[in-house]
């Protein structure tokens, strides 16, 4: 069995957070593993990014080449997204690609994803712990494009990287299980708070332009939005139909949505088309908006709630929104106020060697 091994720590473990923060270096060992050691060494940095937990900018070209000579598919990514991916399914791509990319193309974000109320994360739920989370994409070919024993070697091979997983599980074993555990406790470091919002909340009147508190009455009150995005992470981590992708169109019942969400893992005909909340925690940074990144803007995404898709699954909640046209501008500006800061980061300055 070896050394005992340290339960995780989960919440602002520095050392831990640095180890993670540390790994996408393309720097010498990449120059020696040539272009398959640059994807795997630059896998943890693509891994968050498209979970949605990446600080990073991958705006430098030769970079994103590197994952598009594997996978055909190119992204950009900045913090100040959120920890979300800006990009929509490229309808255009080959049918299976899109099916097979769409967490990635469009993700839900891991902003104070500490505070998860249920262990269920991807639009579908199909990971029931941030671990598991971070573990698929790694050997999923639209994403990291490698494998696990891959990135168990390229890790292994660092004596920093042994010296660090040794002063912080007790051991310099390396495994896939220790490295997605790593991965999760930086993702549970990314919180955000002191919004406009909270800054009212905590008594500060002055915070809340007279659009935002208006939208704010609105949001609790006839809109009944708090329905599914309730308490202080504005989600309940649950999975609904809000009618979004409805395309009614001959063939068994889930073919009305190109994807048909929680039922993949379920197969309840209660969960088509249902899909899991998303926090509404800095949504101005994370446009566009929806599991398929299909409305541009967010007053088009409050829209959506205006003119509902009627559907034979919809959500019994849908029928208590009550809101028009007219609401959408108060309701963007409250929106907004829940803008906050505590997720940036900065790079580190150093590597392990």
Not at 64 to 79: C, F, N, P, Y
Request: charged share 25%; hydrophobic share 40%; with cysteine.
């Amino acid at each position: 069995m070896g050394a005992k091994r340290a339960k995780p720590r989960w919440a602002g473990v520095r050392g831990l957070a640095a180890l993670v923060r540390c790994v996408p270096l393309v720097g010498k060992i990449s120059r020696r593993l040539g272009l398959q050691g640059k994807l795997i060494v630059c896998f943890m940095m693509l891994l968050i990014a498209a979970l949605g937990g990446s600080h990073y900018m991958f705006m430098n070209e030769s970079r994103r080449m590197l994952l598009h000579s594997m996978t055909q598919r190119a992204t950009s990514l900045a913090q100040t997204l959120a920890m979300a991916s800006r990009i929509p399914i490229d309808t255009g791509d080959v049918r299976e690609l899109a099916r097979m990319a769409r967490e990635f193309v469009k993700n839900d974000d891991i902003v104070n994803v500490a505070f998860s109320v249920f262990d269920h994360y991807f639009w579908d739920g199909r990971a029931t712990s941030l671990a598991e989370q971070a573990k698929g994409p790694m050997a999923n070919p639209i994403e990291m494009a490698s494998t696990h024993e891959a990135v168990v070697a390229m890790l292994s091979a660092i004596e920093g990287y042994r010296r660090a997983f040794r002063r912080v599980y007790g051991d310099g074993r390396v495994d896939i299980d220790l490295v997605t555990d790593a991965i999760a406790a930086y993702e549970t470091t990314r919180l955000s708070g002191g919004s406009a919002y909270d800054r009212f909340n905590a008594g500060d009147a002055a915070a809340l332009s007279e659009d935002a508190r208006e939208g704010l009455q609105i949001f609790f009150g006839r809109g009944r939005c708090n329905g599914c995005h309730l308490g202080p992470t504005f989600t309940d981590a649950r999975f609904h139909n809000v009618g979004v992708g409805y395309d009614p169109r001959p063939g068994p019942p889930a073919s009305g949505f190109a994807d048909p969400g929680r039922y993949a893992m379920t197969h309840e005909p209660a969960d088509i088309g249902a899909f899991k909340t998303p926090t509404l925690r800095d949504l101005g940074r994370r446009a566009p908006y929806m599991h398929d990144g299909s409305v541009a803007t967010l007053a088009d995404a409050v829209m959506s709630y205006v003119r509902i898709r009627a559907n034979p699954w919809l959500d019994p909640l849908m029928e208590e929104v009550e809101i028009g046209p007219f609401d959408v501008p108060p309701l963007v500006a409250f929106l907004g106020s829940l803008d906050g800061t505590g997720y940036e980061d900065a790079a580190p300055r150093s590597f392990p060697e």
